[in-house]
């Protein structure tokens, strides 16, 4: 089996899309894997699996985005797991950079925060805090890069969630555990997510975005405060034979 070093997963359905992620990673001096999942067809991707060997796609039946992260996750089989989202575009050998930094680092409790372009800005990930408004709230990692046998020890995503804001706990339960967040990236190494505007479309993340941060808050906020050690139990996803068929949890629907 080859050594993977970074595995790239996302919850994916924009199928016209998949080929400028793919092309964005070509001369990547790492080597990775790219796993996508959700409801699409092997069929609407059969010419994407022959084009790009690295390629994976997992489809699932009516299930919330969320989950399709996880049930990425349990496929991926690289030394570093990065979350990312099928619109993105990546600056030239950008994994292969960040893998390289977080070798550097040499703690597997790090989490990578990638630098990120979107609407033609440059969106600072020093700014990108628990609360926006509170720079001094713990850093976040939307398009995080980590460990991915240490996020499988912390139990990989929490089922509660609907479409984001996973990813936000995974960085609170490692700063509980003693790790923390470092930024990867400038203004010439990023990940470029505003693609879909030019194409008439908009990101539909924040359909989810209020539910999704109110169990975030119950989780790990009292008042405007965060709390590092989770105020109720970790709820992990059950890889059972409805894994790929059913929201566990709370339910969400794509839009």
Not at 31 to 42: D, R, Y
Not at 124 to 132: C, Y
Not at 177 to 206: Q, S, W
């Amino acid at each position: 089996m080859q050594d993977i070093k970074v595995s790239i997963i996302a919850s994916a359905v924009r199928v016209p899309f998949y080929k400028t992620f793919l092309d964005s990673l070509n001369g990547t001096t790492v080597t990775h894997e790219v796993i996508f999942a959700g409801p699409n067809t092997q069929e609407e991707v059969a010419s994407l699996l022959f084009q790009y060997p690295q390629f994976r796609y997992l489809t699932t039946q009516n299930i919330k985005p969320s989950q399709c992260y996880e049930v990425a996750r349990a496929a991926a089989v690289g030394e570093t797991i990065h979350w990312s989202a099928d619109d993105c575009e990546y600056s030239p050998d950008l994994i292969g950079k960040a893998y390289r930094l977080w070798k550097e680092v040499n703690d597997e409790k790090v989490i990578l925060s990638i630098q990120t372009r979107e609407n033609s800005q440059f969106c600072d990930m020093k700014k990108h805090t628990f609360f926006w408004w509170d720079t001094t709230s713990p850093l976040m990692a939307p398009l995080g890069l980590m460990s991915r046998s240490y996020l499988e020890r912390l139990g990989g995503f929490d089922r509660r969630f609907v479409c984001g804001q996973y990813e936000n706990l995974c960085v609170i339960m490692a700063m509980s555990d003693g790790g923390r967040v470092e930024i990867f990236g400038d203004k010439n190494n990023f990940i470029n997510i505003d693609h879909m505007r030019r194409h008439g479309l908009v990101r539909p993340f924040a359909t989810g975005y209020n539910t999704d941060r109110q169990v975030l808050e119950d989780l790990c906020v009292e008042g405007k405060k965060v709390f590092l050690n989770l105020r109720k139990p970790f709820e992990p996803y059950i890889h059972d034979e409805t894994f790929l068929l059913k929201s566990q949890s709370n339910k969400g629907k794509w839009e």
